[in-house]
């Protein structure tokens, strides 16, 4: 029985590493005949998994969705990448999913060995978020989007423009983006005919299907591109020079949009809610740098500069 059961939890393991199996390559796995692997497969049957099977050529075996949640099988480094996304989940930005992040983060630990709770404990004492203070979204609106997205499903929403306006949106969903302070949704405006960035909120209802379209470019790029006006009180451009990639190492996604100019030098597409804050955040990046725009943060560089330079007693040149 022992060997059984042990047999049955290596052959659930490969059946949701990969899409398609064949019977011989489940066989050479688990060092059993393929009569031994259709038994297993029945027993697998038994306890809840949807395991489909074809016959031909191509045939094979597929692990399924059930009409239940079965227990799964996850490798060390899959549940510690699990435990980090329901720890990030307990008090990340998702409305209502905090309780139950933790218990199944305590479920997960319950059965993790020592060694990986070690991990774990090592990753949360480390590490420290800064993303917090954003506004939340409900886990059904989420859940809602990204299925659309999945099932390629038009999405129907109210939406209130930024002078106060009000209408109903059709749009051919995309993908949802996190900028570290909100939610997005990139989609096709039916209307408007281009595509456009909205807020992720919770009045989705589910329209027909649609053929997908390509997109201007990646997604995460394009919302920071196009959100970067509303998420802050002042944009900016600025020249730094560095090269992208060591710029890109000490930014996060949310910190804004990044562009390489040369081997030694990029461009950053970010703003602040307050000039002040731009000059701190500039600083921070400790690399040399040009304001491009706006010219209201150049003077204020300036008028720094003069009183850094007083403060040092030198003559600011």
């Known amino acids: 029985m022992l060997e059984t059961s042990v047999r049955l939890l290596r052959l659930l393991s490969l059946l949701q590493g990969r899409r398609d ?5 489940l066989g050479d796995r688990l060092g059993v005949t393929t009569r031994t692997v259709r038994n297993d497969v029945e027993r697998l049957r038994i306890l809840g998994y949807q395991v489909h099977s074809s016959t031909g050529v191509a045939g094979g075996y597929r692990l399924g969705p059930g009409a239940e949640m079965p ?10 990448a699990v435990g980090v996304g329901l720890r990030a989940a307990a008090s990340g930005t998702v409305t209502g999913i905090e309780e139950t992040s933790v218990r199944a983060m305590a479920k997960l ?5 020592s060694r990986l709770r070690h991990q774990l404990d090592a990753l949360r004492e480390a590490t420290v978020s800064a993303a917090g203070g954003g506004p939340t979204v409900e886990m059904a609106t989420l859940t809602t989007i990204t299925t659309a997205c999945r099932d390629e499903q038009q999405l129907r929403f ?6 106060g306006g009000t209408g109903l949106r059709r749009v051919e969903p995309h993908r949802l983006v996190y900028t570290g302070r909100r939610w997005y949704l990139l989609a096709w405006d039916l209307d408007r005919e281009d595509w456009r960035t909205f807020r992720a909120d919770p009045r989705t209802p589910i329209g027909p299907r649609f053929v997908p379209r390509e997109p201007p470019e990646d997604a ?7 959100t970067g006006s509303l998420a802050w009180t002042y944009q900016a451009r600025v020249r730094l020079h560095a090269p992208a990639e060591t710029v890109a190492e000490r930014l996060t996604p949310a910190a804004g949009l990044l562009q390489a100019v040369d081997d030694d030098s990029c461009v950053l597409e970010t703003g602040g809610d307050s000039l002040r804050d731009l000059v701190g955040f500039l600083t921070s990046v400790d690399v040399g740098f040009e304001v491009l725009d706006p010219p209201e943060l150049r003077a204020l560089f300036r008028e720094l500069a003069e009183r850094y330079a007083a403060a040092a007693g030198a003559p600011f040149l």
């Not at 995460?220 to 591109?225: E, Q």
């Open 71 to 80: 227990p799964l099988v996850l490798d060390d480094d899959e549940a510690v």
């Open 109 to 113: 630990e319950q059965t993790m060995p």
């Open 220 to 226: 995460a790029r394009h919302v920071v591109r196009g």
């Open 21 to 25: 199996w064949s019977g011989a390559e």
């Open 158 to 163: 109210d939406y209130e423009a930024h002078g």
